[in-house]
C-alpha cells in the first residue's frame, strides 16, 4: 500500500509541478469570481437616466425584503402587494418612475410578480382579495394540466402529483438572489471543473504515449496494475480537489455578496413548476451531488480516453465536445416523448444544470419512480466503474 501511494504522490507532482497548472487553477478563480459580480457593475437607469448603482439597488432589495422576510404567501401579503400596485396610476408611462411606485410599492415587488405568474396586472388592479387564495388554487390547476401533458408513464404522472402535493403551503418569504445565482453557478462550478479536468488529466497515461515513457514505466517492478490504479487514483482525486476548490470559492462569494438566508424557503419560490417538496438548502444539496457526480463520469470517460489514444491532444479535443455540444440541445416533456429527454440528461454536463435537476422528468423504472437528483449521481456512479476498469484494460493493452 506504501508504494501505491508513492506512484500516487508520483503522479501528483507530475501535474502540479506545472507552471500552466497553477495558472490555469488561477485563471478558473478569477473568472469565476469576475463572472459572479458582473451582474452588480454599472447602474440602474429609467429612461436614459441613472437612478442608483446596481449595489446600491441590491442593498435595497435586501432591507426591502428583510422587512418581509419570513411572512407567509398568503391572503394578507398577496392583497397588500396587489394594493401597493394598484395605487400606481394606470396611465403612468413608466410606472417604476412614479412616487407610488418608490414610496408604496417597490418593497412588495418580488410578491407582486410571484402573483402576476398566474394573474395579469389588470386584473390585479381590480378591487378583490383572496389572491393567496386565488394563487394556490390557480398553481393547483396549472400544474396538473402540465403534468397532465407530459408524455410519459401514468406512474410518472402519479408521482409528480403526489410530490407536489407535498409541498407546503402557504410558502414563506425570502430573499432568494443569491440562491438564484448559486444554482445557476452549479454549472459554471461544473463547466470549470470537467475542462480544468480535461487539461490537467488528458495526458496522464497519454503523455506516457507521447513521451515515450511507457516501455520504462512496463520494466518497473511496481507492475502495470498498481502503476494504473494509481493513474485513476490521481485522477479522482485531481477532480475531487478541483470540485472542492470552486465550490467552496462560489458559496463564499454567493454568501458573501446576497447572504445566506433562505435556506428553509421552499424550492417553487425559484421556479414555480417544479414538483418536488424541496427547501432552498435541500436542494443545494442535491445539486452539489449531481454536479459532482457529472464530474466524476466525465473523469472516468477522460482516463478511459487518455488510456486507449496516444496523444492527449484528441482527447481535450474530446472533452470539449462532449461538454459543450449536450448544452445547445433541450427537449420539451410535453411536446416530445420523455425517454429522449431521460437518456440525453445521463451524459455529464447534463447532470449539472439546475433546470435537468428539478424539472418534471423523473425516471421510471418498471412503476418505481424516481427523481433526477436521486439518478443522476447513481448513474454517475453506476456508469464510472465500469469505465474505470476499462480505463485500466486499456492501459494493461497498450503496455503488452
Known amino acids: 500500500m506504501r508504494t501505491f501511494w508513492t506512484l500516487v504522490g508520483y503522479e501528483y507532482r507530475k501535474i502540479f509541478r506545472r507552471r500552466a497548472t497553477w495558472a490555469a487553477l488561477a485563471l478558473g478563480l478569477v473568472f469565476l469570481v469576475v463572472t459572479s459580480q458582473i451582474s452588480l457593475f454599472g447602474g440602474y437607469y429609467l429612461d436614459g437616466e441613472f437612478v442608483e448603482t446596481n449595489r446600491q439597488r441590491l442593498s435595497a432589495d435586501r432591507a426591502f425584503a428583510a422587512a418581509l422576510s419570513g411572512r407567509p404567501l398568503d391572503d394578507a401579503l398577496f392583497d397588500t ?25 417597490r418593497p412588495y415587488e418580488p410578491v407582486w410578480e410571484t402573483l402576476g405568474f398566474f394573474f395579469s396586472s389588470e386584473e390585479l388592479r381590480a378591487e378583490t382579495t383572496g389572491w393567496g387564495q386565488a394563487f394556490y388554487s390557480q398553481r393547483k390547476t396549472w400544474m396538473a394540466e402540465r403534468i397532465g401533458a407530459i408524455q410519459a408513464s401514468e406512474a410518472t404522472r402519479a408521482a409528480l402529483l403526489r410530490w407536489d402535493s407535498q409541498v407546503t403551503q402557504p410558502w414563506t418569504y425570502r430573499f432568494t438572489q443569491g440562491w438564484s445565482g448559486f444554482f445557476t453557478y452549479l454549472e459554471m462550478i461544473g463547466f470549470l471543473v470537467m475542462f480544468l479536468s480535461a487539461v490537467l488529466l488528458a495526458p496522464l497515461f497519454a503523455g506516457e504515449y507521447a513521451r515515450g515513457t511507457d516501455p520504462l514505466l512496463r520494466t518497473c517492478r511496481h507492475g502495470v496494475g498498481k502503476l494504473s490504479a494509481a493513474k485513476l487514483a490521481t485522477g479522482l482525486g485531481v477532480t475531487l480537489g478541483l470540485y472542492a476548490l470552486f465550490g467552496t470559492a462560489t458559496a463564499a462569494v454567493m454568501a458573501l455578496t446576497y447572504g445566506v438566508e433562505a435556506g428553509d424557503a421552499p424550492l417553487q419560490l425559484l421556479q414555480i413548476g417544479f414538483a418536488y417538496p424541496l427547501t432552498l438548502g435541500q436542494a443545494a444539496a442535491w445539486g452539489l451531488v449531481c454536479v459532482l457526480g457529472g464530474c466524476l463520469l466525465m473523469t472516468a470517460l477522460l482516463l478511459l480516453a487518455s488510456a486507449a489514444l496516444r496523444s ?13 455540444v449536450p448544452m445547445m440541445f433541450d427537449l420539451d416533456p410535453t411536446s416530445a416523448p420523455l425517454w429522449p429527454l431521460l437518456a440525453l440528461n445521463l451524459l455529464p454536463s447534463r447532470m449539472m444544470k439546475f433546470e435537468n435537476i428539478f424539472c418534471p422528468a423523473p425516471y421510471d423504472f418498471f412503476g418505481t419512480v424516481l427523481s433526477q437528483y436521486i439518478v443522476f449521481p447513481a448513474a454517475a456512479i453506476l456508469f464510472s466503474l465500469p469505465l474505470a476498469a476499462l480505463a485500466m484494460r486499456a492501459y494493461r493493452r497498450h503496455q503488452g
Open 81 to 105: 402587494a396587489a394594493a401597493a400596485f394598484a395605487a400606481i396610476p394606470a396611465d403612468a408611462p413608466l410606472y417604476q418612475a412614479t412616487a407610488e411606485y418608490n414610496e408604496i410599492a
Open 312 to 324: 492527449a491532444f484528441p482527447v481535450v479535443v474530446g472533452a470539449t465536445v462532449l461538454l459543450l
